[in-house]
T-cell receptor, first 112, second 109 residues
Framework: NAGVTQTPKFQVLKTGQSMTLQCAQDMNHEYMSWYRQDPGMGLRLIHY???????DQGEVPNGYNVSRSTTEDFPLRLLSAAPSQTSVYFCASSKDEKEKLFFGSGTQLSVL | GQNIDQPTEMTATEGAIVQINCTYQTSGFNGLFWYQQHAGEAPTFLSY??LDGLEEKGRFSSFLSRSKGYSYLLLKELQMKDSASYLC??????????WGAGTKLIIKP
């Protein structure tokens, strides 16, 4: 099994550009989530989904959109990139919100 | 408010034992997770505690005291590959995960 597949691994954007980070899982997990990881801070939840067609905001949702049209896919869209969005992003999934998370390999994003 | 505290960095010697502490103050409690994260990689699951006591899994053990808001991860027979960050995360009563900033563990030969 591939597990959680996240692309791209690296991305450089200019301020104001938009982009989509892709995330797919093949474990039939209902719960999917996006985190950002910044130095000296714990992982912070951006958006999450408890099943297809359902999404909700996490701790730091501003500037990001998500959709969950299928169980497998949970893309994260940056609408108009800002330098404050420079970070490492992780997609994660689990059977449900109480279970252990499986993480994608991460995306290192730099916004200039 | 919500808060999870872990030491920022610890150093230990290969073959020794190290204990990484985590204290928390959160809105309710539905369990505590430990994850391992090697530099430049994604976190991977190590352990889960929801009841008080010690859970042992090979060289790694995790302890929980809910009344004290305290957990520790115990690593025995340290190997160089154990050099990583160790993340403590608490599942609150609304099933949101609150993460500590992580403890960077450096193993010296």
């Amino acid at each position: 099994n591939a597990g959680v597949t996240q692309t791209p691994k690296f991305q450089v954007l200019k301020t104001g550009q938009s982009m989509t980070l892709q995330c797919a899982q093949d474990m039939n997990h209902e719960y999917m989530s996006w985190y950002r990881q910044d130095p000296g801070m714990g992982l912070r939840l951006i958006h999450y989904s408890v099943g297809a067609g359902i999404t909700d905001q996490g701790e730091v949702p501003n500037g990001y959109n998500v959709s969950r049209s299928t169980t497998e896919d949970f893309p994260l869209r940056l609408l108009s990139a800002a330098p404050s969005q420079t970070s490492v992003y992780f997609c994660a999934s689990s059977k449900d919100e109480k279970e252990k998370l499986f993480f994608g390999s991460g995306t290192q994003l730099s916004v200039l | 408010g919500q808060n999870i505290d872990q030491p920022t960095e610890m150093t230990a010697t290969e073959g020794a034992i190290v204990q990484i502490n985590c204290t928390y103050q959160t809105s309710g409690f539905n369990g505590l997770f430990w994850y391992q994260q090697h530099a430049g990689e994604a976190p991977t699951f190590l352990s889960y505690n929801v009841l008080d006591g010690l859970e042992e899994k090979g060289r790694f053990s995790s302890f929980l005291s809910r009344s004290k808001g305290y957990s520790y991860l115990l690593l025995k027979e340290l190997q160089m590959k154990d050099s990583a960050s160790y993340l403590c995360a608490v599942l609150e009563s609304n099933y949101q995960l609150i993460w500590g900033a992580g403890t960077k563990l450096i193993i010296k030969p």
